[in-house]
């Protein structure tokens, strides 16, 4: 992912190692996007912040992290979804949930508001876009995407390089 992280966003294809976090990871990143025809690429900014304490525990996930995104999901083909500039973390734009399970670890970046809200019910059958973080090298992480609502769902990869903490 050396360069410029538009020309050079490339698929990932190892699984994450074990114990590996984001926990770390607070700051500004440029995102980019890319469907998997590689036709379309949506590129904009997400902003991590620490998740306090009283937020972190998600059942069989802890979220890390919180924040804000502004990426123009419909580039891609994703679900453009709404509240992605809420920086509440009862019901943030961008929330990094973290969970180790009998297929390994997994770290998910899951975006808009409704879908992310902690003291709510869970809906299964809402519009989502995740990020499925598959690399984490220093200031960069990297993965697949996918977003959808109901059967129907895109998908594609993604770059990730911090700008600035």
Same mark, same amino acid.
Request: glycine share 14%; proline share 3%; no cysteine.
């Given at each position: 992912m050396a360069g410029d992280s538009v020309t050079s966003c490339s698929p990932v294809g190892a699984p994450l190692q074990i114990q590996e976090t984001m926990a770390y990871m607070a700051g500004r990143y440029r995102l980019v996007m890319v469907s998997d025809d590689e036709n379309d690429r949506a590129v %904009?900014?997400? *902003?991590?912040?620490?998740?306090? /304490?009283?937020?972190r525990d998600w059942g069989a996930s802890t979220a890390t992290l919180f924040g804000k995104a502004d990426v123009g999901f419909d580039a891609v083909g994703a679900q453009q979804m709404k509240g992605l500039d809420s920086p509440d973390p009862e019901g943030p734009g961008v929330l990094v949930l973290e969970s180790e399970g $009998? $297929? %390994?670890?997994s770290i998910l970046l899951r975006f808009g508001s409704e879908p992310n809200r902690w003291a709510g019910e869970t809906v299964f059958d809402a519009a989502f876009t995740?990020?499925?973080? %598959?690399?984490? /090298? %220093? *200031?960069?992480? $990297?993965g697949s995407w996918r977003s959808g609502v109901h059967a129907e769902w895109v998908e594609g990869y993604f770059c990730a390089q911090r700008i600035r903490f």
């Open positions: %904009g900014f997400v *902003d991590l912040k620490q998740m306090p /304490e009283a937020y $009998s $297929s %390994g670890q995740v990020l499925d973080v %598959g690399l984490i /090298e %220093g *200031d960069r992480f $990297s």
